[in-house]
């Protein structure tokens, strides 16, 4: 699963002296919102990446349980057919 990059900007009003102490609030608020979901989707591209290659190494354990697998039936065959297997006890 790979996530898109988000990119904001928050835009400046054109004259600081009449904005109001809310909307300068709502502001830096905004902006820490930006600031933290960049960091986020930054954590996330990284976690994606380490995603990637554990399911790397998933795929390499599969193929050695693959073969364990078919060594295993091949052995059950083989003392089958040369009447040599025997019971556990």
Not at 33 to 52: R, S
Not at 59 to 72: I, R, W
Request: net charge negative.
């Amino acid at each position: 699963m790979q996530f898109k990059e988000f990119n904001a900007t928050v835009a400046a009003p054109a004259n600081r002296d009449q904005e109001s102490p809310h909307e300068q609030q709502q502001s830096l608020l905004l902006s820490r919102i930006i600031t933290n979901v960049e960091k986020l989707n930054e954590a996330i591209m990284v976690l994606n990446g380490n995603l990637q290659e554990v399911n790397v190494q998933n795929m390499n354990v599969e193929l050695v349980a693959q073969m364990f697998k078919n060594y295993q039936s091949n052995v059950l065959f083989h003392l089958e057919a040369t009447e040599e297997l025997k019971e556990s006890t």
